[in-house]
């Protein structure tokens, strides 16, 4: 008999100049990490508008994550600090109307970091499974 | 009640306009009840003379309505500016947003302005005229005979007993005495949400935003909100009415409103003074005030033309999003 288990659906935003090489590294490398992350390549970090994240939520996302090159490694120079500014404040801002603050990350992975990619995604897969499906984020407007 | 009367500043407008200073004047019209003030543009001085009103009920913030009354202005607009306003009249400045030549802004006095539904909550409806003696209100009602005594001090709004300054800090005359920015204590509600649990805090505004109707008049009446196209206005975008759910979707629109004016609210509380529903809207924009000073340093929107807002500047030593949640909480 087939049990069906939960699987969380994971958006991961990642900068195309470092994480996006990192989850590449990743697959090459043949490390295992979860196939609910769903990755969304971005030119870089500061391209993720929080306006993004609420609508990944708003359309069922379980958890969103967005993976940046290192601070002072940007290839933009300052994409990923004013990423990380924005990010504070949306994180914050939904912790405060009381949204799981663990469905949220931001974590910087740089192109040499296959292994820490795979990492990190089964550890924020996993903290998402502990919590369950996201109820409190949805918009059956939204919901296909 | 205010310091300085209506007769005060018909007579400046008054003398502005006979003089072609200006060539029109932006200020509060009075309505049936004395309390229902709203908005105009006044052009000459019979109409001044005869609806212009300063009393207890003039909340209503013009900086705004500078952005779309100077657009097609030939000469100049007068505008009367609490010192709340000015904060927004200077922010609206540094995003360019209208021709500060083609503005005369007075700056007057304020003692706080009366929040209605606290009148109506104290005394009930029927409210067919409020007069002033001092301190107190005179409220008359249609089931009254002797208008009944209401202290001033207790029906002030939320954002005038927490007000932040009585300093203009722009103005090209200023009628009474220049003021100070006030210790206040107005991020304590906000603290008192934080401490809150998850589940808490979720339930508190679940409580408050499902009774959104989404008029959309708290983006309206932000001095913030000047966008020319909104997202909320896109029939295509799924979200431009009222959500047909019991569950609660329009938190995901002021989640949005509150991040688009993040680092750029002054915390003039129009939001809330608009909101049908009395949802305390503010309490979100303080949210962010609250969380710019702790992590970036103090900020305060609108202190100056031309000031770098924090979500538009970084420094290399900046908190992580996850240290700084978890040092909120254990500074609590």
């Known amino acids: 008999m087939q049990v069906n288990e939960y699987k969380p659906l994971i958006v991961a935003f990642c900068c195309n100049w470092c994480s996006y090489a990192g989850a590449d590294l990743a697959g090459n490398n043949r490390l295992n990490y979860p196939a609910d992350v769903k990755i969304i390549r971005v030119p870089c970090s500061c391209r993720v508008n929080p306006m993004f994240i609420l609508r990944a939520f708003q359309r069922g996302a379980d958890g969103v994550i967005i993976c940046g090159c290192h601070p002072g490694d940007c290839h933009?120079?300052?994409?990923?600090?004013?990423?990380?500014?924005?990010?504070?404040?949306?994180?914050?801002m939904l912790d405060y109307l009381g949204i799981e603050r663990e469905r949220t990350r931001l974590e910087w992975v740089s192109a040499a970091e296959g292994a820490k990619f795979a990492a990190t995604m089964n550890d924020f897969v996993q903290q998402v499974t502990a919590l369950g499906e996201n109820k409190r984020l949805e918009d059956l407007r939204c919901k296909k | 009640?205010?310091?300085?009367?209506?007769?005060?500043?018909?007579?400046?407008?008054?003398?502005?306009?006979?003089?072609?200073?200006?060539?029109?004047?932006?200020?509060?019209?009075?309505g049936e009840f004395g309390y229902d003030v709203t908005p105009a543009v006044f052009s000459s001085v019979e109409e001044l003379e005869r609806d212009f009103v300063y009393n207890d009920f003039c909340g209503a913030n013009f900086s705004k309505y500078l952005v779309s009354k100077t657009r097609k202005l030939e000469g100049k607009i007068l505008v009367f500016l609490k010192p709340c306003d000015t904060y927004s009249f200077n922010q609206l400045l540094s995003e360019h947003r209208f021709d500060r030549e083609k503005v005369y802004a007075i700056g007057i006095p304020c003692e706080g302005m009366v929040d209605?539904?606290?009148?109506?909550?104290?005394?009930?409806?029927?409210?067919?005229?409020?007069?002033?003696?001092?301190?107190?209100?005179?409220?008359?009602t249609l089931y009254d005979e002797e208008p009944v005594a209401v202290d001033f001090k207790s029906v002030l709004a939320e954002r005038c007993i927490n007000c932040k300054s009585k300093k203009h800090v722009a103005y090209d005359e200023l009628l009474g005495e220049e003021g100070d920015v006030i210790e206040n204590s107005r991020f304590d509600e906000v603290a008192r949400i934080e401490a809150l649990t998850p589940d808490e805090r979720f339930a508190f505004w679940q409580n408050e935003l499902s009774r959104c109707i989404r008029?959309?008049?708290?983006?309206?009446?932000?001095?913030?909100?000047?966008?020319?196209?909104?997202?909320?206005?896109?029939?295509?975008?799924?979200?431009?009415?009222?959500?047909?759910?019991?569950?609660?979707?329009e938190k995901l629109f002021h989640i949005i409103r509150a991040y688009h004016v993040a680092g750029r609210c002054t915390d003039c509380g129009e939001c809330s003074r608009v909101c049908p529903q009395n949802i305390p809207l503010h309490l979100l924009n303080r949210k962010f005030i609250k969380d710019m000073n702790e992590f970036y340093g103090e900020y305060q929107a609108g202190e100056e033309v031309g000031m770098r807002a924090p979500l538009v500047s970084y420094t290399t030593e900046d908190l992580e999003p996850g240290e700084a949640l978890t040092r909120r909480d254990t500074d609590a």
């Open chain 2, 215 to 249: 008029c959309n008049a708290c983006r309206d009446a932000c001095p913030a909100c000047t966008c020319e196209k909104c997202v909320f206005d896109n029939p295509a975008s799924g979200v431009e009415n009222k959500s047909p759910a019991n569950s609660f979707e």
């Open chain 2, 116 to 140: 209605i539904s606290k009148v109506k909550a104290t005394v009930g409806e029927g409210i067919s005229s409020i007069d002033t003696d001092g301190d107190n209100l005179l409220v008359s």
């Open chain 2, 1 to 30: 009640m205010q310091k300085i009367t209506g007769d005060i500043l018909i007579e400046k407008a008054s003398a502005l306009l006979s003089s072609g200073t200006v060539s029109c004047v932006l200020g509060w019209k009075k």
């Open chain 1, 76 to 92: 933009y120079t300052s994409g990923n600090y004013y990423a990380r500014r924005r990010m504070t404040a949306l994180f914050s």
